[in-house]
T-cell receptor, first 114, second 113 residues
């Protein structure tokens, strides 16, 4: 099992450019999440999904969109990147039910917006 | 809104000493409290968790205690080793049993040999 795989690992964007981050999990997890991590701010939830075809907003959803067309994949999109979106992005997934809260994280994507 | 406060933000101990990290939460409905360890440049990994029907849980050198009345929980690491050096995050579930996690801002633990 590869677990949770994120691509790309690094990316540099110019302000206004768009991009998509891909998260894939091979553990048959129902729940998937996108977090951002900024120095001194911990992990903040951007969007999440409780199953194929569903998405919901987290703590900091503005400027991001997501899609969960297949159970194993969760995409995070930035339509018009801003310097404030420079961050490390982590995807995570969890079992259901009962162990929903135990998160398995991907290795992260370092995004810089110039 | 929901909030998790974590203290201290940095902690330095000598190898072999104990380390304690404390967190407080605001949502009285929170019922799940995990701790994640993140080594430099790596992904966060779950090291221990506790549910609200338990007051304490141990796993070798690490333990977590929970005081629901006071709405705080703590991570205890005994006999610290250099490989314990990392950033530790506490978290609390919110929104009841189907809720997500809200994380503290992290504690950078340094264990000096």
């Amino acid at each position: 099992n590869a677990g949770v795989t994120q691509t790309p690992k690094f990316r540099v964007l110019k302000t206004g450019q768009s991009m998509t981050l891909l998260c894939a999990q091979d553990m048959n997890h129902e729940y998937m999440y996108w977090y951002r991590q900024d120095p001194g701010m911990g992990l903040r939830l951007i969007h999440y999904s409780v199953g194929e075809g569903t998405t919901a907003k987290g703590e900091v959803p503005d400027g991001y969109n997501v899609s969960r067309l297949k159970k194993q994949n969760f995409l995070l999109g930035l339509e018009s990147a801003a310097p404030s979106q420079t961050s490390v992005y982590f995807c995570a997934s969890s079992y259901s039910p009962g162990d929903r809260e135990k998160l398995f994280f991907g290795s992260g994507t370092q995004l810089s917006v110039l | 809104g929901e909030n998790v406060e974590q203290h201290p933000s940095t902690l330095s101990v000598q190898e072999g000493d104990s380390a304690v990290i404390k967190c407080t939460y605001s949502d009285s409905a929170s019922n799940y409290f995990p701790w994640y360890k993140q080594e430099l440049g790596k992904r966060p990994q779950l090291i221990i968790d506790i549910r609200s029907n338990v007051g304490e849980k141990k796993d070798q050198r690490i333990a977590v205690t929970l005081n629901k009345t006071a709405k705080h929980f703590s991570l205890h690491i005994t006999e610290t080793q250099p490989e314990d050096s990392a950033v530790y995050f506490c978290a609390a579930s919110y929104g009841g049993s189907q809720g997500n996690l809200i994380f503290g801002k992290g504690t950078k633990l340094s264990v000096k040999p």
